[in-house]
């Protein structure tokens, strides 16, 4: 069964970073364009950045942009999110997902268990 699983969340101060990771079992996903979301209480979930399998192509969010850097390392595979000042609007828990090159999350196929991620002081 395919699974992925991030890591990498916790407790942080406002402005600080964190830098979350997603890896695969059971498949290689080298070949998969990879996503990462966000859902808080009470919203929906949301995108936030995105990657083609060759890395070539990223995207992301108006909301991270600038903060957020969406990388992978297909040789390790797993794929991260370096997330830089961070706000207390950042609170949410944070999903990876895969096998698509999309905004919407209906267009993934794997997901994570997500990890929470809190910024507050």
């Known amino acids: 069964q395919v699974q992925l699983a991030e890591s990498g969340g916790g407790l942080v101060q406002p402005g600080g970073s964190l830098r979350l990771s997603c890896a695969p079992s059971g498949r290689a996903f080298s070949s998969y364009p990879m996503g990462w979301f966000r859902q808080a209480p009470g919203k929906e979930r949301e995108f936030l950045a995105r990657i083609s399998a060759s890395s070539t192509r990223t995207d992301y969010a108006n909301s991270v942009k600038g903060r957020f850097t969406i990388s992978r390392d297909n040789a390790e595979n797993t794929v991260y999110l370096q997330m830089n000042n961070l706000k207390p609007d950042d609170t949410a828990i944070y999903y990876c997902?895969?096998?698509?090159?999309?905004?919407?999350?209906?267009?993934?196929?794997?997901w994570g268990q997500g990890t929470q991620v809190t910024v507050s002081s």
């Open positions: 997902a895969a096998g698509g090159y999309s905004i919407h999350y209906s267009a993934y196929d794997y």
